[in-house]
């Protein structure tokens, strides 16, 4: 039987030795800046961003990743005062093929007031991968999402409906008094997510232990209301007999 030589093995093991698969990197960039056409140090599978300046607490945001040769790569905030955005803005800033397509966040925050996006917290992280049939980058799905719902303060939301997301983020819109949410719609691509209350709401959000208003309700321990400041965070997960489950 043919084959390698142990010898030869040795040789290859040896020589591959010194270039590894994996490789990462650290990007620094300065807050309030939208980066076109970002082309990382080192076609990198992992790349961190951190702040290297401006204002702290502004987004650090990106139209498009340069494709070298690894077509998939894991994007990670670094940072401990703010977010990153990978916008989804397919027609301007970043040539067509760098672009990010069809990437899941909702709210009208990229240039020109287009719809899309991810976007990062401290910690956060997302897979992308470039899709040669579209020509653009995508995020992978099964991968840190975020989307936003916009919500009245003094009002009762039954079955919000959400896109597909790891993390929900509950924004005030209009209104005075608690945002009180009874259920989520489903279907969900996860069986596990986190709510979010963002930081620039008025009043807090309120979710409903087996409130009867939605279909999918939030079965709560101890069996109170759970209550949310602007900020706060709660991770959830879908429990078998159809409710979800706090904590």
Excluded at 66 to 75: Q, S, V
Excluded at 126 to 136: C, E, H, K, L
Aim: charged fraction near 20%; glycine fraction near 14%.
């Amino acid at each position: 039987m043919s084959g390698y030589t142990k010898a030869e093995i040795d040789s290859r093991i040896a020589a591959s030795a010194g270039s590894p698969s994996f490789t990462e990197i650290t990007e620094t960039f300065a807050a309030a800046t939208v980066t076109d056409d970002w082309n990382p140090a080192s076609d990198a599978d992992l790349i961190r961003v951190d702040r290297s300046g401006g204002p702290a607490g502004d987004i650090i945001s990106f139209t498009g990743l340069t494709l070298a040769i690894k077509k998939r790569k894991r994007i990670i905030n670094v940072r401990s005062d703010g977010g990153i955005v990978l916008f989804d803005f397919d027609g301007g800033g970043s040539a067509p093929a760098n672009q990010f397509l069809s990437v899941p966040w909702g709210g009208n925050n990229s240039p020109g007031g287009t719809s899309g996006g991810v976007k990062l917290r401290p910690g956060d992280s997302v897979d992308v991968f470039y899709d040669t049939a579209s020509s653009r980058w995508r995020a992978d799905r099964g991968s840190l999402t975020e989307t936003q719902v916009n919500l009245a303060g003094g009002a009762t939301h039954d079955d919000v409906a959400v896109a597909p997301c790891g993390t929900l983020v509950i924004n005030q819109d209009g209104g005075s008094g608690d945002i009180v949410v009874t259920g989520i719609a489903l279907p969900l691509p996860f069986d596990r997510a986190k709510i979010v209350a963002d930081e620039n709401n008025t009043d807090d959000v309120v979710l409903n232990h087996l409130d009867g208003g939605s279909s999918f309700q939030f079965l709560i321990p101890g069996g109170a209301d759970f209550r949310m400041a602007p900020g706060d965070v709660v991770d959830i997960s879908f429990y078998k007999d159809g409710f979800w489950l706090l904590g």
